[in-house]
């Protein structure tokens, strides 16, 4: 979080110096049409030369203004939606956990790409849906990029959703979504390690209950390290942005 | 000089006619905009503004229906709860955030539902929520279903839910 604090002195010393080529443009500016009005006697025979100096004038304005306001974007970093880890440290491994077609999950096989870390239960009806629906979104705005951001989803209601279950849910958000789970004992330890509580909430009827959980997604980058966390609702054009930035 | 002469008054006349252009779509825009028209309906003072749900995964039997009513000229008043054919329970929740990103989902009711004249009951993603419980079948992208609210005061409402990615 304090990531931040360095990086806004950053911006705001950049932007005045910025502001300070803006202004030295002004000042250059505003004396030249008046120097154009000294030397007009003949009014009607200097029209031109003076319309055309004038239009001259106005380019250059405008195209230091447009290259000013390109360095600036180019020089300040990029405003992060997530809060971006300080000193990003290796995601831990996800060893028990299986896919939906039982295939183990090997966290190291994701370098490379950008890996987006959900966990969540399906029988969720507000939070898992809302977020799984905004991620999907962002990695469509991502057009040729989303190849390269994949998105997992961990059940951590493993007594109710086994990995199969857990896959033909994800996959009704987006076809290229993963899911996994794995026994109790393995569910607790992995998102223990990935800092998620979660515990049975509220009961609903008779055998039917609520999930209370960490509902953040994460973000691992394409080093294998859990670099940035998203709070659970986020613009999915903001997250879009912070993807772009990422990969 | 003369170069110049005629170019004012047609200049202004083309400025004049553009303006009057512009005025009338303006006009126009705010005649068929910003009415009370926006309600799905309407019924002694009391609006239902909204009412969508996601199309559900295959394997969920539970979802999340979201509806917004105005109490707009009605006695005051509350939502007590929810009814549909295509749940075997309606029950009115919240979802909310702990400082540590937990989200916790309760029962609402009381004061986070209330509809005195004047006010709103807003229900949005992550938030206040009709949970459907026992989902008969799964609800498909642009499938309309109707849900009767029903009041602590005046006479239950019923209004079609569409099913949207939103």
Redo the contacts between chains.
């Keep these: 979080m304090d990531t931040f604090e360095p990086t806004t002195t950053t911006t705001s010393s950049t932007s005045s110096s910025g502001s300070d080529t803006g202004s030295t443009a002004t000042v250059d500016a505003s004396p030249s049409p008046g120097t154009g009005a000294d030397g007009g006697s003949g009014r ?1 025979a200097r029209k031109r030369p003076w319309a055309r100096m004038f239009a001259v004038l106005v380019a250059a304005f405008v195209a230091a203004a447009v290259v000013g306001w390109l360095g600036l974007r180019w020089i300040t970093p990029h405003p992060y939606s997530g809060t971006v880890m300080q000193a990003p440290t290796a995601a831990p491994s996800m060893d028990g956990l299986v896919y939906s077609d039982g295939t183990p999950v090997d966290i190291g096989a994701f370098d490379g790409d950008l890996l987006l870390l959900f966990f969540g239960y ?6 898992c ?2 977020t799984l ?1 905004q991620v999907a979104t962002a990695r469509r705005q991502l057009g040729g990029d989303a190849d390269r951001v994949q998105v997992l989803f961990v059940s951590v209601d493993p007594e109710r959703d086994d990995p199969g ?1 857990a896959g ?3 996959t ?2 987006d076809p290229d979504f993963l899911a996994a789970t794995g026994e109790p004992a393995d569910v607790d330890r992995v998102a223990s390690q990935y800092g998620i ?1 979660f515990a049975k ?2 009961a ?2 008779d055998d ?1 209950y ?1 999930v ?5 997604l994460m973000g691992i980058d394409t080093e294998g390290h859990l670099r940035i966390v998203w ?3 986020l613009e999915p054009e903001r997250l879009a942005a912070d993807l772009r930035e990422l990969l | 000089v003369n170069r110049w002469a005629g170019a004012a008054p047609a200049l202004s006349a083309r400025l004049s006619a553009g303006l009057l252009a512009g005025l009338v779509l303006v006009a126009t825009a705010t005649a068929c905009g910003g009415q009370d028209d926006d309600a799905l309906v309407v019924d002694e003072g009391m609006a239902v503004l909204d009412a969508w749900t996601r199309p559900s995964p295959p394997t969920v039997d539970e979802a999340a229906i979201y509806v917004t009513v105005e109490n707009r000229d009605a006695p005051d008043d509350r939502l007590i709860g929810a009814s549909s054919d295509r749940c075997v329970v309606v029950t009115p929740h919240l979802t909310e955030f702990d400082d540590d990103d937990v989200a916790r989902m309760t029962a609402a009711g009381g004061d986070q539902l209330g509809l005195r004249a004047g006010e709103r009951v807003e229900m949005t993603p992550i938030g206040l929520h009709l949970m459907c419980l026992g989902l008969v079948e799964p609800f498909a992208e642009g499938d309309r279903f109707d849900v009767t609210l029903q009041f602590s005061e005046r006479a239950p409402m019923t209004v079609a839910v569409s099913v949207e990615q939103r």
């Design positions: 009607t399906t029988n969720c009806p507000d939070v849906p809302t629906s279950a033909a849910y994800v009704s958000f509580f909430g509220e609903i009827g039917d609520v209370d959980h960490t509902a953040t709070p659970g609702m």
